[in-house]
């Protein structure tokens, strides 16, 4: 700046101004997967300029509460904090020098945990064509698969109720070795009981006598036929 007059003039002293940075590029492409029931994993691209992020949480009816600071390379993050079958809202902020910008949320809900594995799983033949199992279950369930299986491969697989803690199976053949599979299933995942071999009986039962005749042949004899 000069000031002038008819003597002359005068220059101010300079005035050094430095403009600021601009704030960094949103990021794009944020997302939130829970592949098990404790743990959500966060991923993002850059959308450049940013020297920083920050990562915040809430739940529902919770307020944001501050996560993770992570450096300006960072593209994912995962946070094992969580707990099974909750919603969780987080917040993706780029930041510098010029300002912060907010990345658009990312929506995730944990799975539940699953089923703990059936205990007591036995079974016993007490026909050449029954076999009757038994289990107690582990607890968490929404149902079970049973499958039985030969040497030679799957016979059948069946869908069983939460509640169910035996099963008679009547399509058995005598003399044969069959392998029983119980897993219990929610939709957190899933968990087996150690397998089992049963060993029907040989042969089939007798069918009953029937036509069945009786004759009194004398005071202290009778004939029975049939």
């Known amino acids: 700046v000069l000031a002038r007059n008819s003597g002359g003039s005068t220059a101010s002293n300079g005035v050094l101004i430095t403009t600021p940075v601009n704030p960094p590029t949103a990021p794009p492409s944020f997302t939130a997967t829970a592949p098990y029931p404790t743990r959500v994993i966060l991923t993002w691209v850059a959308g450049g300029g940013q020297t920083g992020y920050t990562v915040q949480r809430k739940t529902l009816t919770g307020a944001y509460v501050n996560l993770f600071n992570l450096s300006a390379t960072a593209t994912t993050i995962t946070d094992n904090s969580v707990q099974p079958q909750t919603t969780y809202t987080y917040l993706l902020t780029a930041i510098n020098a010029g300002g912060s910008t907010v990345a658009s949320v990312a929506i995730v809900t944990t799975p539940m945990n699953p089923p703990a594995a059936p205990t007591q799983f036995t079974g016993t033949a007490p ?4 076999v009757i199992l038994t289990w107690v279950a582990g607890g968490g369930q929404t149902g079970y698969t049973l499958q039985r299986q030969t040497s030679a491969s799957v016979s059948w697989t069946l869908q069983l109720s939460a509640t169910a803690t035996t099963i ?15 897993t219990a299933t929610n939709a957190g995942g899933s968990a087996s009981a150690p397998s089992i071999s049963i060993t029907t009986p040989a042969g089939t039962p007798p069918p009953a006598p029937s036509n069945i005749h009786v004759v009194l042949m004398g005071a202290d004899s009778i004939q029975i036929s049939w």
Do not use: E, G, I, K
């Open 127 to 130: 026909y050449p064509t029954r």
């Open 168 to 182: 008679t199976d009547s399509t058995a053949d005598a003399h044969t070795t069959y392998w029983y599979t119980l």
